[in-house]
């Protein structure tokens, strides 16, 4: 694993600790190197310099919550002991969880023919088990659209022992997902053939919003897991994983490592699906490209 690694995107031990005089908190060079190095040893995530105000507004909420008055202290508090469960809200804070529903929908069309709809063939011959994980699920809606494709095209699903395992590090988002309520506004990207797996809320006295279906949310398991960790509490083997931009914030040797444990848990002829905006660098043995972002465990 990479992580006892030093966060190479970080500068060098520097002395400018230069504070913006217009923000509310001090922040200093020195601040954000040793936030951007907790974050790396935590999760992998590699927060490049550019990423200096961002880590500054994101993290100055929780800084402001505890009542501190600079980024030291919080350093501190976070170093301390009896605040173990501090790195749990800062690690929420940091990471980034952009996501909808059928984003990179042509990984969706793969995995309605190559796996939902090879499925609903095989269970007519006696196939039972179907395993998906989303990895890096975020707030829910990658593995929703998993969730509907394979609704829809199995009609037996509910029947059968086929579950999707949704995993993310942050709390916040996870718990999010498992509301399976959005704005209304985050339909639009949804095809209509699979408008009836979401339903309008009566809104309750508040704004409406859209919710999953029970049928399709009793698919998904969502739990916590950094997929830093040394083992993974599970055995798969998984017939397709979908760890889309996520390992975008990783560098290339943690990329590298998850991906062949990633190949370990796909079983032979399974799927492994990327973000649009990564590639993988290198050789895997064992998996092939066979589409845009889409790889193939040999068989
Ligand atoms: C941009 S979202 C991607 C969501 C979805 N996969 C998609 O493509 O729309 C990235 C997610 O990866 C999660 N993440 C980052 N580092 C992680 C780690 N070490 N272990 C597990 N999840 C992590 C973040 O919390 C975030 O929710």
New binding site residues.
Partial sequence: MAQAQRNPAILPPGESAAADANREFEFSETDFRGLAQLAYD????TLADSKRNLVYSRVSRRVRTLGLTSFKQYREYLARDDNKGEIENF??AI??????FF??AHHFDHFRTHVASAFARASRSGARRLRVW??????G??PYTIAVVLRKEVPDVLHLDARILA????TD?LAKAARGEYPPDSTEQIPKVYLPYFAETDGDGRAKSIAVAREVRSLIAFRR?????EAWPFKGPFDAI?????M???DNPTKADLVERFTQYIKPGGWLYI?HSESLIGSHPGLQLVGRTIYRRDA
Avoid at 225 to 229: I, S
Avoid at 242 to 246: D, G, H, L, P, S
């Fill in positions: 935590h999760t992998g995530i690690i929420n990471s980034t969880n952009l996501t909808k984003r990179e989303s990895a890096g699920c975020s707030t809606e990658e995993t993310d590090i942050d988002v897991l950094n997929l830093m960790m979908f760890c889309r931009n996520v975008i914030y990783f973000g």
